[in-house]
């Protein structure tokens, strides 16, 4: 059945409200489904919701290898490669002993079956050698770096770079509360939508790439995944104070 615009809405502000902490689950749900960071409204759980004994399956696509992970927390965590690890086609699966069965719903396809490529070694298929080759130097260079937590340490540098300007400008207004900020997209807008576009406009000419929001919000979002030095960040906000200051 449909739901009607109103009712939706009103499911929205009831969304709003939920409190993590003490999150109202159906006593027949099987799993609590999050995804930890978003990169539509640049939203992060920087607190994991708390499930009791259901079991927490995160999408973790935009945020892998950004920082360490308490991997215990989690039944099944997955990861498309092609943000933070390599490129797309490959697809990172961390996924709890006991929950790799054959309990699978009636007529799923063998290859969405974890235990079809737990029981083959992820060889089931022929494997994307490539991009698995590239996902190796990534992880080396992950190592090299100092591992996740200095990956934590780089990246909390950056978005801290584009956030304390973002706070501090009369132009530009980061679209997301503190706590739930991302540390790979940060979102933002004028409230004009003029000066958007000729902000998006005038980036784009200046070499800083997809700075346009995504289509369903508007607005501008960078994303600033592991692969973005600090220089980059840096010469952003370099920009956007000169754009700041020639559109008083
Ligand atoms: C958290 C998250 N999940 C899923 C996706 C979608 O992945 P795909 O483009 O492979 O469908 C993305 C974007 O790449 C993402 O950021």
Partial sequence: MKMKLEDLLKHIEKLKKVNRKNLK???????????HNETVHGLKYNDIPETGDKILVADMSSDFLSEPVDVSKYGLIYAGAQKNVGPAGVVVVIIREDLITDDVIPGTPTMLKYKIHADNDSLYNTPPAYGIYICGKVFNWVKNKGGLQAMKK???????????????????????????RSLMNAPFITGRNELDAKFIKEAKAEGFENIKGHRTVGGMRTSIYNAMPIEGVKALVEFMKKFEEENK
């Fill in 25 to 35: 689950i159906s006593d027949d749900a099987d799993f609590v489904y999050i995804c």
């Fill in 154 to 180: 780089i990246n909390e540098e950056k978005a801290s770079i584009l956030y304390d300007y973002l706070d501090s400008s009369s132009m530009f207004k980061g679209t997301v509360v503190k706590k739930d």
